[in-house]
Nanobody
Framework: VQLQASGGGLVQAGGSLRLSCAASGRTFGRSVMGWFRQGPGKEREFVAAISRSGSQAYLADAVKDRFTISRDNAKRMVNLQMNSLKPEDTAVYFC????????????????????WGQGTQVTVSS
């Protein structure tokens, strides 16, 4: 699976952005998809993940009331809708694929994701 993230940019606090991740390869539909982010001087952290079918979604506590993850298997796309953005959301956002997920398990752990996109910068100004 090859992943290409897009949609980042500069936005004022309270604004919205929609990140998209386009995937190529036959395993997209069998992969759990996730978003992670790495802020300045911070380690990469989990943001959101979605099951193969899209029926299960998991969001980090810091974003769960503001962000939504979705996927379109026909288009091989996964999206992250980010609303009510805060300066602390500033980070490089990475999409990732877990192609070896077992049954319905959706991991929130970085180590379980075996394919990564290049990242897209999100900057939220105060």
């Amino acid at each position: 699976v090859q992943l290409q993230a897009s949609g980042g940019g500069l936005v004022q606090a309270g604004g919205s952005l929609r990140l998209s991740c386009a995937a190529s390869g036959r395993t997209f539909g069998r992969s759990v998809m996730g978003w992670f982010r790495q802020g300045p001087g911070k380690e990469r952290e989990f943001v959101a993940a979605i099951s193969r079918s899209g029926s299960q979604a998991y969001l980090a506590d810091a974003v769960k009331d503001r962000f939504t993850i979705s996927r379109d298997n026909a288009k091989r796309m996964v999206n992250l809708q980010m609303n009510s953005l805060k300066p602390e959301d500033t980070a490089v956002y990475f999409c990732a694929a877990d192609s070896t997920a077992i049954l319905s398990h959706v991991s929130t752990l970085e180590k379980d994701y075996d394919y990564w996109g290049q990242g897209t910068q999100v900057t939220v100004s105060s």
